[in-house]
């Protein structure tokens, strides 16, 4: 009382200490397309109390009667001026103040609850508290990016972290706890069906592809958990079984496709409107597929000439009037139909013109540009160095019998430059790409359907100026006597006129419909998006948001586990858009799963994954320790820049945290990290001796730089090339619908007067051309708001500037990258890079502008 006397006669009132807290999130009617009425709610919801509230997490002080000395616990705060703000519908932040009173007993908050009893859920991103006592020099950051639904939906607190990293041993005491608790809510216990709410990561086989309680043509097998079709696994949601199969999951129906579970962490937001691309991948299957079959039924099937394939993009086709017409129309927003079929003021529709004929409408065509695109196209990791001649194969004889080439001398001896096979081989001149011992084993069961295609090799000289000359190309199919008896194979070499010209047109294009799949199911699907999913479970899972490699990974797992549960339900399921479009159908995943048996983790590093393939010998005097026996190799010499940066910068990172071997082995969240990606995420492979171990500074740097390189360079190279170059489908056929014409047949004949007929209806027909076609258009674009390589989503994302100037210093690096490409690119030494057609290597360009570009890597793999 004599206190408060004393400063009422000095005119002095002590003033309660506050702090000012800024709360920036998304509001979920901003997000998304059928939810507008949310934010009218959460309006009604103010004005009777239901609020949100945040609470501050001490990281100093325990609360002593609770049973694990959690942090103390903070009085509540709300949002303010949430009736008041004016949200946007576009999709943009809001930012909210909040004021909390300062308690003493609170002193540094480490992390903070928040109650949520909106109708509603909302994407928080940020709070910033200024001016906490004993902390005034800088802000304290709390990084969320998560999705907080209503309070009653969640059996625990919503608890969130500041932007501090912390090893598990280091972290303050009154955090602990709740580190390990929130590790535990992400964990789940493996039971019932998740619901949107739920954040549970978990792990399941790929079980959900077929549907046999459709008939028996729509059932698939089981990938993952067998050693005859092992697989990575993918995101557990819980669904009951088929009626037909205990061992096959229950479905989704299509039209509820936009809702199979995910963590609601991993959906899509941001910038594009929520599931913007599912929405997408729905409409190309539900309501673009039968429209597309009523016009290749109105028209033809068949395309007539190559001036015919050109109309889709220069003159455009017309729709037919009618209902399937006017159900794109009634359900597909303008934003999308706008992309995903432009139409001009006539009303024609038409596909964007592909760079691959920008310039040159037959350049494609050109021997120097099939071989060009091997190591500067689309799939440019398949091509090795022929070490022996004729070419081998590693299919068991018992099983398949002789399997070996058939390619003798006397077909290469006029294309080696007069040098002998032993000198040829011995200065590294001989190349092969080859998809035979890949397609053999599953080619019967292909060529029973539709499909007619073969297993293919092709050799390649490289000559004096780098550029790569075909020299034959082999052409393989089952014994029909049964697979033991070996492959019937059949050799062409190059010719330029008359037939024989014809003849190799064609055998070019069955080697593209061939490395068209092997890109599709194994180099891109299987090696990047299966892949990687085991591991961003395992992360969020093991790995505390306060872990150090959690801050350094996560970028990287932006939108995957959304884009591959949407292929699952639309793209890779039986009967999906991939099944159509490209030429395993129905045995395409069950084909992936038999080139999963020979993953190997360690192989995915790509100095690693060059010697595998020849591509390269080891150089200790070389930057990367390899140097490439081909030194035109626009993916490779890239791709080795774009590796050194990363791991340049992984290594900058983890030795700020692990300052010994010692502490590798210490770090409890880390052993578990890596023992459950093993065992759990790639469990059919767990017993492998190529895991590393995880017990020194050097496996921990080699794995995150493996796994930043799939999910952000590699995924990138093998996916936004895919309009660019094989929007023009003649280029990259998907499919091949009859085998090489024999002498004698009419189709043989026709070759002498309108060859370019006999291609067309050899290769991808109209139908699945146009699916094809709208499917890629879409996977290559960029969005708006992607985040590439060397960025993050806010400055802010750690609290150790150490961290920040490394992360700083591999920005620049890559900035160097993109002017070293630019520069090559516009250096005629280097013939491949831009070749024939005119179409500039930029795949490993790290950023880009929004859209079809066919540059920028992406940090994650997204799309």
Not at 480 to 494: F, K, L, R
Request: proline residues 6%; charged residues 25%; contains cysteine.
């Amino acid at each position: 009382m004599l206190k408060g006397m004393v400063d009422t006669l000095t005119g002095k009132h002590e003033e309660e200490k506050k702090i000012k807290g800024r709360v920036v999130l998304m509001k979920k009617n901003v997000l998304d397309f059928n939810d507008l009425g949310a934010s009218i709610l959460d309006r009604l919801h103010e004005l009777v109390g239901q609020t949100v509230t945040l609470h501050l997490i001490s990281s100093v002080h325990s609360d002593a009667t609770g049973n694990k000395l959690k942090g103390k616990v903070g009085k509540g705060a709300e949002l303010e001026s949430w009736i008041t703000t004016i949200t946007s519908l576009k999709p943009e932040d809001t930012a909210y103040e909040v004021t909390f009173d300062w308690e003493e007993d609170i002193g540094i908050p480490g992390a903070f609850l928040i109650k949520n009893s909106h109708h509603s859920e909302f994407f928080l991103k940020t709070l910033t508290l200024e001016g906490v006592p004993g902390h005034e020099h800088a802000p304290i950051h709390f990084v969320c990016n998560s999705w907080v639904y209503p309070s009653n939906k969640y059996k625990s607190d919503r608890i969130l972290f500041a932007n501090q990293a912390y090893l598990p041993s280091q972290t303050p005491p009154p955090l602990l706890p709740y580190r390990e608790d929130e590790l535990l809510v992400l964990q789940g216990n493996g039971t019932g069906e998740l619901q949107e709410w739920d954040r549970v990561y978990d792990y399941a086989y790929y079980n959900d592809l077929g549907d046999p309680d459709s008939g028996e043509d729509s059932a698939r097998p089981v990938l993952g958990g067998s050693s005859q079709y092992p697989y990575p696994r993918r995101g557990r949601t819980g669904r009951p079984p088929t009626r037909t199969d205990p061992n096959t999951e229950s479905r989704i129906p299509l039209l509820m496709s936009l809702n199979i579970y995910v963590p609601r962490d991993e959906r899509f937001g941001h910038l594009k409107l929520s599931d913007f691309l599912g929405y997408g991948l729905k409409s190309i299957f539900q309501f673009l597929l039968p429209e597309f079959t009523d016009l290749c039924a109105s028209l033809s099937n068949e395309f007539e000439s190559f001036e015919d394939v050109l109309q889709i993009y220069e003159g455009g086709f017309k729709l037919p009037e009618g209902p399937l017409l006017q159900n794109i129309y009634d359900n597909v927003p303008l934003e999308l139909l706008k992309e995903i079929l432009p139409r001009d003021d006539e009303g024609l529709f038409k596909y964007p013109m592909p760079d691959i004929i920008k310039e040159s409408k037959t350049a494609w065509r050109t021997d120097e540009e099939f071989t060009r695109e091997m190591v500067a196209g689309m799939n440019p990791v398949i091509i090795s160095r022929l070490q022996e001649f004729p070419p081998k194969s590693n299919l068991d004889t018992q099983l398949y019998g002789n399997q070996s080439s058939k390619i003798t001398w006397d077909h290469i001896k006029n294309g080696v430059d007069e040098l002998t096979i032993e000198v040829a081989l011995e200065t590294n001149r001989l190349f092969i790409l080859n998809h035979h011992d890949s397609l053999m084993p599953y080619l019967r069961r292909i060529n029973s359907t539709t499909t007619k295609m073969y297993a293919t090799r092709t050799l390649l000289f490289l000559q004096k100026d780098g550029s790569l000359r075909p020299l034959a190309i082999e052409l393989s199919l089952p014994h029909p006597d049964g697979d033991e008896h070996g492959a019937v194979s059949q050799v062409y070499t190059p010719a330029e006129d008359g037939v024989e010209g014809s003849i190799w047109q064609l055998a070019k294009a069955y080697v593209g419909v061939s490395d068209s799949g092997v890109h599709q199911l194994i180099s891109h699907w299987l090696h990047t998006h299966a892949a990687i999913e085991p591991v961003v479970i395992a992360t969020n899972r093991q790995l505390s948001v306060m872990h150090p490699i959690h801050k350094l990974l996560y970028p990287h797992f932006r939108d995957t586990m959304n884009i591959n549960a949407f292929a699952r339900q639309i793209l890779i399921n039986a009967g999906g858009i991939l099944e159509a479009t490209v030429f395993p159908a129905r045995y395409a995943m069950e084909l992936s799963s038999f080139i999963y048996k020979d993953w190997n983790f360690t192989d995915q590093a790509l100095p690693t994954e060059l010697l595998k393939r020849g591509m390269a010998v080891e150089d200790p005097n070389s930057p990367h320790g390899i140097r490439l026996v081909m030194e035109d190799y626009p993916y490779a010499v890239d791709g080795l820049q774009i590796w050194s940066a990363i791991n340049t910068w992984v290594d900058d990172y983890c030795n700020l945290y692990y300052p010994s071997d010692e502490a590798v082995k210490a770090d409890t969240e880390l052993q578990s990290w890596w023992k459950e990606l093993r065992e759990e995420g790639h469990g059919d492979k767990k017993d492998a001796p190529w895991w590393p171990k995880m017990q020194t500074r050097k496996d921990l740097i080699d794995s995150c730089t493996i796994i930043i390189w799939i999910a952000s360079a590699l995924h990138a190279a093998l996916n936004f090339g895919q309009y660019p170059y094989a929007g023009y489908m003649p280029n990259r056929p998907t499919v091949s619908r009859q085998f090489m014409p024999e002498p004698g047949s009419e189709d043989y004949e026709l070759l002498k007067t309108d060859p370019d007929r006999v291609f067309l209806k050899t290769i991808t027909a109209r139908l699945q051309t146009l699916l094809g076609v709208a499917l890629i258009e879409l996977l290559s674009r960029h969005s708006s708001d992607e985040i590439y390589l060397g960025q993050r989503d806010t400055p802010v994302w750690t609290k150790d500037e150490a961290a920040l100037e490394a992360f700083e210093r591999f920005g620049k690096e890559l900035g160097g990258v993109e002017r070293k490409i630019m520069e090559m690119n516009g250096d005629e030494k280097w013939k491949n890079r831009v070749g024939p057609t005119k179409l500039p290597y930029t795949l490993m360009y790290p950023t880009s502008e929004e859209g079809l570009t066919g540059r920028g890597i992406p940090n994650s793999t997204s799309i």
